[in-house]
């Protein structure tokens, strides 16, 4: 998975989700495409997150995996 900035440049590579055993999210990838970062989410910040979205928002992100991507000429204008 890749997460891209508002020009499409690529800001990471996510290349493994998975968790641990004191209850973290671990989240394993590249920043930059050069550097290895691990990342850890913990319960109450994933909660925390939760509370960051709407009901639009959260409509969106369900409706999200059966979209078709925007041809990368299309999302730069």
Known sequence: MK?????????????KIS????NF??????IFGAMPMTAK???EEARA????LDART???LITLLF??????EKRKG
């Not at 997460?3 to 290349?15: C, N």
């Not at 968790?19 to 004191?22: K, L, P, Q, V």
């Not at 997150?49 to 960051?52: P, R």
Request: cysteine-free; overall charge positive; aromatic content about 6%.
């Open 3 to 15: 997460l891209l900035d508002t020009t499409g440049k690529e800001l990471m590579t996510v290349s």
């Open 19 to 22: 968790a641990d055993e004191r």
């Open 25 to 30: 999210l671990v989240i394993k990838g590249k």
């Open 41 to 43: 989410l913990s319960p």
């Open 49 to 52: 997150a939760l509370k960051l």
């Open 58 to 60: 959260i409509w969106f």
């Open 67 to 72: 979209r078709k991507s925007v041809p990368s």
